[in-house]
Structures are given as C-alpha cells and as structure tokens.
C-alpha cells in the first residue's frame, strides 16, 4: 500500500523538481526520503519565492502539485537546487508529477489538516522538509489541488 507525503520546498527550487522530475534534501534527511518508496505520492508546499532568502515578500505558503515516486534514492553532488550557503541538497529521488488545477494557499486549509494540532501556529508545521501525511489530509489537499 503506498504512502503519502508533504515535502516543503522553495518556488524556485520546485521549478527545478519539475524540470528535472527530481526532488532532494541534505544528507540529514536522507533516512525520511528513503522512507518512501516508488508509487507513494507527494504534495508540495511553497514556503517561500526563493531559496535561503526570507522576509515578509519572500512568502508563498501555498500547496502546490503533486507527484509520484518513481525511483530509487541516489547521491549526486551535480549543482540543481538554489540554496543559502554550500547544501546542494545531494540525496535524490526521482518522482513524475502529475496534473494539478490550482495552488491553495495553506492558510485556507490549515484547520481542516489532522497534522496541524494548533492552527494558530500552523506555519511551524512546515519547517521540515518531509512529512507523511495520513490518507485523509492526503485526500483533503489533493481534492483541492484538481
């Protein structure tokens, strides 16, 4: 039975996952993207426009696509991702993305999540880069999404 997944990513580097059909994180969380296995499904979350940047104009905070595992995590230390600093985000899956409508901005849907305990804090819920989702907040944002 597949899982489903959040991963939280930057609009500039979730441009390069759909270019490349790839998505990858540091070494630190190389343990939850081996956790997934090929034909678990992902839902992306926008943080923020750009990578390593902040600020109240740098903020997106909108769900937006979906995806399917495909393959094996690997390592390459190729240059892909925008980053702050030297992390070049080196473990690697790849995933096909799959057709989504609209984006949702998070906010909107922050109360109807199971994974989100305290809304009024909801955006502390997205600082990790990975997150299993249960079926049911899987279902909630996809049908919003197509």
Same mark, same amino acid.
């Given at each position: ?73 690997? *390592? ?5 991702? =925008? @980053? ?5 985000? $080196? ?5 096909? %993305? #799959?057709?989504?409508?609209?984006? *949702? ?5 922050? =109360? @109807? ?5 305290? $809304? ?5 819920? %997205? #600082? ?19």
């Amino acid at each position: 039975m597949s899982s489903s997944w959040l991963v939280t990513i930057s609009e500039d580097n979730f441009q390069i996952a759909l270019k490349k059909g790839l998505i990858g994180v540091s070494h630190r969380w190389r343990k939850s993207l081996g956790e997934m296995q090929e034909g678990d499904k992902i839902i992306f979350y926008i943080g923020k426009k750009e990578a390593g940047k902040g600020g109240l104009h740098s903020s997106v905070s909108e769900f937006a696509g979906l995806a399917e595992v495909t393959g094996p995590v690997f *390592v390459s230390e190729e240059p892909l991702w =925008r @980053s702050k600093g030297s992390a070049a985000f $080196p473990v690697r899956r790849k995933v096909e %993305f #799959l057709p989504t409508v609209t984006r *949702v901005k998070a906010l909107e849907m922050c =109360r @109807s999540l199971h994974f989100i305990k305290n $809304p009024d804090y909801w955006m502390l819920y %997205f #600082l990790t880069p990975i997150r299993k989702l249960s079926d049911a907040d899987f279902d909630t944002i996809k049908s919003a999404l197509v």
